[in-house]
């Protein structure tokens, strides 16, 4: 016999036998509604001269970030790729910032050029910064990165506060102006490296980064801004919970920051879209009485190798609940996406979601032995296609024959 889950507040989106049999699985699944809520919500939680950009690193997918904008965001990214697929989706260069550690002069030139808010990693991007000088729109604004309090010279992202006024000078020996500082704190923890056995870094995800490092960071970002001097905007980068966990983060930066005229940037990921995605995925065979293989694995939702997402089963079959693993396709012994979550008996066929899966599983995701998934979009009682399943010709197009040429430059295979 099979009886509905009950439907829970926040849990999945109904309809999963519908989409199953229209779309396929594995699926990703976004609501529309709750993310461009939780947009909001953010945004309301901070108030009025805050700039929010949606952390496009979380999820790029253009229709996402189509809707967060609609929804007031603005997008940070990471790539040239991810600044074209920020344009792509209708945010205007003056809403977008431009961070990470490897900017080419290429997409230097294109962001600067088209004014858009463009955040050195280190003193070489500087440097690059000021030899494309002439390409730099009136309206674009530079700012610099800084190491978060306590990582000075061990992080490897951002500036140190000697660095930040040293580079303050030579964009101003250049006729250009640092306007603006950022630090970003980081969810992820490196761990020592062992000195023996396998060269794994210990990877932990402290996510929501705790309001106290907030709170030093912003202090950090005010003193070397006084000392810079003419410095009009400050971002305190990603790690921010979602709103209704918020409160605590605005009063403690605020009070650092004081009746500061200056413009405060945000730039969540994780608390504008994990909640807001599933993937679901379907049971294709038994392993025991305590576990299954599913049809998608840990290359379709990375972000379950840090942390545990939670697991509905969208039909349950009568019987008691048993600690069960899902296991996924990959031939990798670690491929698996829950492990020994309580679930009602699992029979092939049946249909699972994975819940928190809007971030950092998609943007991740790769076409590992098995291709990736179509994600659709799911607002006001409709569903929309965000991006197909992946097809052999995506992925083998781009490929060519090995080509060997000969001591007498003949081709020998082709
Ligand atoms: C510079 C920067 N900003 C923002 C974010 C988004 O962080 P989160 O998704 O934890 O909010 C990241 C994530 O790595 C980042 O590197």
Not at 94 to 115: C, M, Q, T, V
Request: proline share 8%; with cysteine.
């Amino acid at each position: 016999m099979i009886r509905a889950v009950p439907a829970q507040p926040d849990g999945p989106p109904s309809g999963a036998e519908e989409l199953a049999a229209r779309f396929g699985t594995p699926l990703y699944v976004f609501d529309g509604t709750r993310m461009a809520a939780a947009a909001a919500a953010f945004c309301a939680a901070w108030g009025a001269g805050v700039t929010v950009a949606y952390s496009l690193k979380s999820n790029p997918l253009m229709g996402i970030v189509r809707r967060l904008h609609r929804a007031g965001t603005g997008a940070e990214v990471a790539s040239g790729f991810e600044y074209r697929v920020a344009r792509r989706a209708g945010v205007p260069p003056g809403a977008i910032i431009f961070n990470g550690p490897h900017k080419p002069d290429a997409d230097l030139r294109l962001a600067l050029g088209e004014g858009a808010t463009v955040i050195a990693d280190g003193a070489e991007q500087i440097r690059r910064i000021v030899a494309l000088r002439a390409h730099v729109a009136p309206a674009a604004r530079i700012g610099i990165r800084m190491s978060p309090p306590g990582r000075e010279g061990l992080d490897r992202f951002g500036l140190t506060r000697r660095h930040v006024l040293a580079a303050a000078r030579m964009l101003d020996r250049a006729g250009l102006r640092l306007s603006g500082l950022h630090t970003h704190l980081g969810a992820y923890q490196l761990g020592p490296l062992p000195s023996t056995g396998p060269p794994i870094h210990g990877v932990t995800v402290e996510y929501p980064v705790p309001v106290e490092r907030f709170a030093a960071a912003a202090a950090n970002l005010v003193r070397v801004a006084d000392e810079v001097g003419g410095i009009e905007w400050l971002d305190l980068g990603g790690g921010w919970p979602a709103a209704p966990g918020l409160a605590p983060y605005v009063a403690a930066v605020r009070e650092q920051l004081g009746d500061e005229p200056r413009e405060i940037i945000l730039e969540p990921g994780r608390a504008l879209i994990r909640d807001s995605g599933w993937l679901l995925v379907r049971v294709v065979e038994r392993r025991g009485r305590n576990a299954v293989v599913v049809d998608a694995g840990i290359t379709q939702v990375p972000c379950v190798l840090w942390k545990r997402s939670p697991v509905h089963v969208v039909a349950a079959h009568d019987g008691p609940q048993r600690p069960t693993s899902l296991f996924g396709p990959l031939c990798l012994q670690h491929d698996a996406i829950a492990r020994e979550v309580p679930l009602p008996p699992l029979r092939v066929g049946d249909l699972v979601w994975i819940g928190q899966t809007g971030a950092y599983a998609m943007a991740q995701a790769s076409p590992f032995i098995h291709l990736r998934p179509a994600a659709i979009l799911l607002e006001g009682g409709r569903g929309s296609l965000l991006r197909a399943r992946e097809t052999d010709d995506e992925a083998m197009g781009s490929q060519t024959e090995p080509l060997l040429v000969g001591s007498d430059g003949q081709k020998v295979w082709a």
